[in-house]
């Protein structure tokens, strides 16, 4: 296993209460086999290279490596002027093998569920909108329509850009070409 960004186990809970999310996830996702981490409130993902033993172990298994695995690794990289190259990493059906010179050091996964980082990611584009408005326009419009709720309406072109933000009575009743912003203001 080759893993592109081998930090990621800094992502991990230290919630005792989470096992899961103290845990490095390798999965596939889509067409790939990817390293997720999560604390619940960041998520990341980085893809990694398997053979195709590690493939279908990945496939069979719940594959949770325990960040302190990931993060002893590290400060021996740190302090004994080991390379992280000098490691050489194997996914096992009940374990996890890094092997350092001659030595084969042997982790066992982690048995808890981890949560469906799936459901976390966008499934029809990437594409995310950054609003920035001025909370005093806000304010005016809420005067406007007497109500504390602004409803910003977003027509959606063809290829999922939006196009020609539309101020919105609260009453207005939406399509499903539009991405609709709603922001409360405080008198």
């Known amino acids: 296993m080759k893993i592109?960004?081998?930090?990621?186990?800094?992502?991990?809970?230290?919630?005792?209460?989470?096992?899961?999310?103290?845990?490095?996830?390798?999965?596939?996702?889509?067409?790939?086999?990817?390293?997720?981490a999560t604390d619940s409130f960041k998520l990341k993902i980085v893809s990694v290279e398997l053979s195709d033993n590690e493939k279908e172990i990945v496939e069979?298994?719940?594959?949770?490596?325990?960040?302190?695995?990931?993060?002893?690794?590290?400060?021996?990289?740190?302090?004994?002027?080991?390379?992280?190259?000098?490691?050489?990493?194997?996914?096992?059906?009940?374990s996890f093998i890094y092997k350092l010179f001659d030595y084969d050091l042997y982790a066992e996964y982690c048995k808890e569920e981890f949560p469906p980082f799936q459901s976390a990611i966008p499934k029809l584009n990437g594409n995310h909108i950054t609003l920035a408005l001025n909370p005093?326009?806000?304010?005016?419009?809420?005067?406007?329509?007497?109500?504390p709720l602004v409803i910003l309406k977003f027509?959606?072109?063809?290829?999922?850009?939006?196009?020609?933000?539309?101020?919105?009575?609260?009453q207005y009743d939406n399509t499903s070409r539009n991405i609709i912003m709603c922001a409360r203001v405080n008198q």
């Open 4 to 36: 592109s960004y081998f930090d990621i186990y800094k992502i991990c809970s230290d919630d005792d209460f989470r096992p899961a999310m103290q845990c490095v996830k390798i999965a596939k996702f889509k067409e790939n086999y990817v390293a997720v």
């Open 60 to 94: 069979k298994f719940n594959i949770l490596i325990p960040s302190e695995i990931f993060k002893r690794i590290k400060k021996n990289t740190n302090t004994r002027k080991i390379n992280l190259n000098d490691y050489e990493f194997k996914l096992g059906e009940t």
């Open 136 to 147: 005093s326009f806000l304010k005016e419009i809420s005067k406007e329509f007497d109500d």
């Open 155 to 170: 027509e959606v072109d063809e290829k999922g850009i939006c196009r020609k933000p539309i101020l919105v009575n609260p």
